[in-house]
C-alpha cells in the first residue's frame, strides 16, 4: 500500500484564498482524522470521520474550516477565507481499528498564508 | 482536561548513550500510549505504544515504562545512533479511546 496520501505538499497563498487540502487514506481503514502542526500548538485534532461521517469535529478553529468526506477513500479540507494565522502543517492520518491503535500520517500540506 | 506534557523540549546526546523522554497527562481514563518519532519533512511514524495493562515494553533498542498512578510515561532509547536524531512525540488516548491528545514533541539530536 502507499500509505496515507496528501496534495498538495507546499501551498502558498494570499490572505482571503480559498484553500483545499486533499486526502486519500489507507485503503480498508475506517477512521479518519485531520491534524495542524505549529510550534506553538504542537499537534492539535482538528476532526475525524469513522465511516465517511464526522464525528468530533470540536478541534475545528472556527466557521472558516471546514472538512468533507465524500466517499472512503477521499477527504478534503477546507479553509475559506484563508488568513496568515492558519499557515501551519496539516496532517492527514487513518486508522483501521475502533479502539486505540496506530495513526498512519501522511507527509503533510504545508500551507503559508501571506 | 486533556494536557499531555513533555520534558526536556530538547535532547542533545553522545552517540552510544541512551536517551530519556518523559510525559505526563492529566486524564485518569486514559489507557493507551503511544510514542511517534517524525523526522524532518515526514509526518510522525509510530514506534512503540504500551496500554494501561503493562507497566514496561521493550522493542530492541527502544522501551517505554508506564507508571498509572503518578500518570507518567518515558521513551527509553538505548545505544543512540544519529539516525535517532528526531522529534519524539508521545501521546496518550482520551475522549473514550477514539482520539489521542499529543505532547508538544522532543527535539533528540544525537551527538557523532
Known amino acids: 500500500d502507499a500509505g496515507v496520501i496528501q496534495s498538495p505538499r507546499h501551498e502558498v497563498t494570499e490572505m482571503g484564498q480559498e484553500v483545499t487540502l486533499r486526502c486519500k487514506p489507507i485503503?480498508?481503514?475506517?477512521?479518519l482524522f485531520w491534524y495542524r502542526q505549529t510550534m506553538m500548538r504542537g499537534l492539535e485534532l482538528l476532526i475525524y470521520?469513522?465511516?465517511?461521517?464526522?464525528?468530533?469535529d470540536s478541534g475545528m478553529p472556527e466557521d472558516r474550516f471546514s472538512a468533507k468526506m465524500p466517499n472512503a477513500s477521499f477527504s478534503t479540507l477546507k479553509i475559506q477565507p484563508s488568513e496568515p494565522r492558519d499557515s501551519a502543517v496539516y496532517f492527514c492520518?487513518?486508522?483501521?481499528?475502533?479502539?486505540?491503535?496506530?495513526?498512519?500520517f501522511g507527509e503533510g500540506s504545508r500551507l503559508t498564508v501571506l | 482536561g486533556e494536557n499531555v506534557e513533555q520534558h526536556p523540549s530538547t535532547l542533545s546526546v553522545q552517540e552510544g548513550d541512551s536517551a530519556v523522554i518523559k510525559c505526563t497527562y492529566s486524564?485518569?481514563?486514559?489507557?493507551?500510549f503511544p510514542w511517534y518519532k517524525q523526522e524532518l519533512g515526514k509526518g510522525p511514524q509510530l514506534i512503540i505504544d504500551?496500554?494501561?495493562?503493562?507497566g514496561e515494553k521493550k522493542d530492541q533498542r527502544i522501551a517505554v515504562t508506564l507508571n498509572k498512578t503518578a500518570k507518567h510515561f518515558s521513551l527509553h532509547i538505548t545505544e543512540t545512533q544519529p539516525e535517532d536524531s528526531a522529534v519524539y512525540f508521545c501521546?496518550?488516548?482520551?475522549?473514550?479511546?477514539?482520539?489521542?491528545?499529543f505532547g508538544k514533541g522532543n527535539q533528540v539530536v544525537v551527538i557523532p
Open positions: 492520518a487513518s486508522r483501521s481499528t475502533a479502539g486505540p491503535g496506530e495513526l498512519f
Open positions: 485503503s480498508g481503514h475506517d477512521y
Open positions: 470521520f469513522n465511516n465517511n461521517v464526522p464525528i468530533d
Open positions: 486524564d485518569s481514563a486514559s489507557n493507551y
Open positions: 504500551i496500554r494501561s495493562n503493562v
Open positions: 501521546a496518550a488516548s482520551i475522549g473514550g479511546n477514539n482520539r489521542l491528545a
